[in-house]
């Protein structure tokens, strides 16, 4: 492959409310066994791109644990391989990442010595799978400078916490708005961008000098009539979970057997860190309607319209409905759970009562835990 | 210049096919069967090497290495895959003068001197790929070294009216064993032989050069009587956790079902000791709206939609809309479709079900093609087997190939009979 890969996954989201507490974005558990960076990730790999750099900053404990090892997305080569960038003091620097440019030109010394010619960039928390190498024909095709994957969201769908494009006929973009107010395209940036190595650096230097620090508003936006920006329409699946509601929602569409096949069976596949848990147990008193749930849960209840995450226990007479658990929930005796999510590590007492009247719930208790 | 010094390594015979697995052992050796809907039985012996603290494995291989191999690769799944020792496979090579295979356990084993010999160690310890345990080996090295043992052999209590059917161990007060008593019509002892043992190094090499011309060299049979004539110090270790002989399709199906109890003796959920393995399929199971799932465990990947009862379902299974399986262990990727009914059948992987099927109907009686290893009234289907629509099949069965509704006389295959239409 002739491009570099660069992952950014250094950011929070207000929007994501209690969830956003714990890790950022990328690491959110989703669709019952993945991250979200494991799709960035596994694309890449399954692109043949063997050179990636994560830009982490917000709360990367968990992001960093989740990439501890790089064997699971097979980037553990001696060619190129995993690398991942948290803010660092230098000498010249001191300051946290300003911005997804500053955060790339914080790390230049990166870019500067790669030798691929082209960079992906993309976001880690976003849930697609696509082959770059299209994208990239595509961009060298189009004699692009930048090429920006786009996606039509459907028609009527509040778009404003996107960036909105607008391409004339060949597919170059005339209109770049980040986040409008009120938009009359439906068309989205998804977060994805290629362009020539020297080309980014050229435009990070530039940036930096001006003290611009933001990838899109900054450099995309400031440049869209000097440099030839092309859209690329995918078509395939992409969701971006940096609310609640798109959170809940993206995990949900893994109930949909189109979105289950296209990710869980066709090739390629999308990999994750392997955890070393027995498969999921059901004993008497379950009873499970159209629901995941992922290796070592043990479950005594009703779960419908469900997300169990790994090693959730579910104990006798619960209800859980339309809802989120995610990875090392207890669940006590009789408790009902109802249009919620329940964050990870958490311990919910017997008899409790748990349901979302208006949108999502976000459970997050702090009980201690017995185990005996 | 010093050398590699490891103080224990293990070897791990894996070479037997495990003829009484019948059919799920066709394509297979029997380390590679799967077990408990993710794992294999060498997972067992392999993890409880690396919760030892055993970093350097011999894995021997012999029948069937195919599975084995691409299971174990370089031992990634176990933290084995170490700079200094790690995990080895090692099946029989041909060399200069006297090549042969693995003619018998010890064989084997000696064999493999050079291998051994490159990390220099004070211990072996010797284990086979064909039991379910959860054992700390550094525990009976300690007890070995406490007693200045040569050999020290693994063992386990049993119920007396059972011993007739191991190897018993006859020790005094201190575990010293006294006499042993292969398959004794009147035990005198209850403690029976695992087949796990811990050599000193000098004592093992001797012996595997004394008797290296015994055909077929077993160590129950030739290496232990001959530590034991020669009046080294032989120890008997006893062992009281679960332990679990799967060498019988009886055995193998009531081990499977034992880890389906709401507190399994065998507890694979324990943070403690954990069982590791290669699992390639890592996403969640899907239970649809029709669905109904009791007393099972069910693996990554598998989609239901029909009902399962008492049952391991391993990974990426799917069991169709209508089907009611019940007391069943059905292996990875295999497809069940539309209104089957399956009672306590073991179906390996990859295998194609298609719809209307019966399996597990009618009346015990004893298979024709081998009636000690069909029994139990299990229905047995071998790897990559598909069975056509709308058939049905009795008990005491075996199915294994591609078999077609010619193959079943009116669309049935009664009680005791077989099709064997894959392997050699």
């Not at chain 1, 060949?170 to 770049?176: G, L, T, V």
């Not at chain 1, 569409?253 to 869980?264: A, G, Q």
């Not at chain 2, 989609?303 to 262990?329: L, P």
């Not at chain 2, 009664?414 to 099709?419: N, P, R, Y």
């Amino acid at each position: 492959m002739k491009a570099v890969g660069i992952i950014l996954a250094g950011g929070n989201n207000s929007r994501m409310q209690e969830l956003s507490h714990k890790r950022a974005i990328a690491a959110m558990p989703v669709g019952g066994s993945y991250r979200s960076i494991d799709f960035a990730l596994s694309n890449m790999s399954n692109s043949h791109v063997q050179t990636v750099a994560v830009l982490t900053q917000y709360s990367a404990r968990s992001l960093n644990e989740h990439l501890s090892s790089s064997k699971w997305w097979d980037f553990g080569r001696k060619q190129g391989g995993l690398y991942v960038f948290n803010p660092t003091v230098t000498v010249d620097n001191s300051w946290w990442y300003r911005g997804t440019a500053d955060a790339m030109y914080q790390n230049i010394s990166f870019l500067k010595q790669r030798h691929e010619p082209y960079v992906i960039i993309t976001s880690g928390d976003c849930v697609y799978k696509i082959d770059y190498n299209k994208i990239l024909d595509y961009h060298i095709d189009k004699k692009a400078d930048v090429t920006v994957v786009c996606k039509d969201m459907d028609k009527g769908m509040d778009v404003s916490r996107f960036g909105v494009v607008r391409m004339n006929e060949d597919a170059r973009i005339i209109e770049f708005e980040e986040k409008p107010m009120v938009s009359q395209s439906n068309t989205i940036s998804a977060g994805i961008y290629i362009m020539r190595r020297r080309q980014l650096i050229e435009m990070l230097e530039r940036s930096a000098a001006e003290n611009r620090w933001d990838f899109v508003t900054d450099i995309l936006i400031r440049y869209k009539n000097m440099k030839r920006i092309y859209g690329y329409k995918m078509q395939e699946y992409w969701n971006n979970i940096a609310t609640v509601e798109s959170y809940y929602q993206t995990n949900m569409d893994f109930l949909k057997p189109e979105v289950r096949n296209y990710f869980f069976r066709d090739e390629p596949k999308i990999y994750s860190k392997v955890d070393d848990l027995p498969p999921a147990k059901y004993n008497v008193g379950s009873d499970i309607r159209n629901s995941l749930i992922a290796s070592g849960c043990i479950i005594n209840s009703k779960v419908e319209n469900s997300i169990l995450f790994k090693k959730v226990f579910v104990g006798k007479n619960c209800v859980i409905k339309n809802s989120i658990i995610l990875n090392d929930v207890y669940i006590g005796d009789n408790t009902h759970i109802e249009n919620c999510i329940v964050e990870s590590r958490d311990t919910l007492k017997a008899n409790t009562y748990y349901c979302g009247d208006n949108g999502i719930k976000i459970v997050f208790e702090n009980n201690a835990r017995y185990v005996l | 210049m010093d050398v590699v010094r490891k103080e224990m390594i293990a070897m791990l015979l894996a070479g037997g096919q495990g003829s009484r697995l019948g059919v799920l052992t066709a394509k297979v050796a029997k380390p590679a069967v799967a077990f408990g809907g993710k794992y294999r039985i060498i997972d067992f012996p392999l993890s409880n090497c690396i919760n030892s603290g055993i970093d350097t494995v011999g894995v021997l291989t012999q029948y069937q290495p195919l599975r084995l191999n691409s299971h174990i690769g370089i031992g990634i799944p176990w933290d084995l895959d170490r700079n200094s020792g790690g995990v080895s496979v090692l099946p029989p090579y041909e060399r200069s003068v006297n090549s042969e295979w693995y003619t018998g356990t010890a064989n084997a084993i000696f064999q493999n001197m050079d291998y051994m010999e490159s990390y220099h160690p004070e211990y072996v310890l010797i284990l086979s790929g064909d039991h379910i345990y959860k054992m700390d080996y550094e525990v009976m090295l300690d007890f070995h070294k406490e007693n200045n043992a040569d050999v020290t052999i693994a063992t386990m209590p049993v119920p007396l009216e059972e011993a007739g059917r191991f190897g018993i161990v006859i020790a005094d007060e201190n575990k010293k064993i006294e006499e042993f008593e292969e398959k004794p019509e009147h035990p005198r002892s209850n403690l029976a032989s695992m087949g796990i043992y811990i050599f000193s190094w000098d004592v093992l090499k001797e012996a595997l050069f004394a008797m290296k011309d015994q055909s077929g060299c077993d160590f129950g049979k030739h290496i232990i009587p001959y530590c034991h004539e020669k009046g080294q110090r032989l120890f008997a270790y006893e062992y009281n956790g679960y332990w679990k002989d799967v060498g019988t399709l009886g055995s193998y199906w009531e081990a499977n079902m034992e880890l389906i109890h709401l507190i399994p003796e065998f507890n694979l959920y324990e943070e403690y000791w954990k069982i590791y393995t290669k699992s390639d399929i890592i996403e969640p199971q899907y239970l649809s709206a029709d669905s109904v799932v009791e007393r099972c465990i069910i693996g990554s990947g598998s989609e239901i939609y029909g009902e399962v009862y008492g049952c391991v379902i391993g990974a990426g299974v799917t069991i169709g809309k209508g089907t009611v399986v019940r007391d069943s262990i059905i292996m990875k990727d295999t497809r069940i479709g539309d209104n089957v009914v399956i009672d306590k059948s073991i179906i390996a992987e990859n295998c194609r079900i298609g719809n209307n099927v019966t399996l597990g109907v009618g009346d015990e009686v004893p298979n024709k093609l081998n009636e000690s290893v069909y029994s139990f009234g299990l229905v047995t289907v071998g790897e990559d087997s598909v069975i056509p629509d709308g058939v049905s099949v009795g008990k005491n069965t075996a199915i294994s190939g591609v078999t077609e509704q010619a193959d079943y006389p009116n669309g049935i295959l009664a009680s005791g009979e077989a099709i064997i239409k894959a392997g050699d």
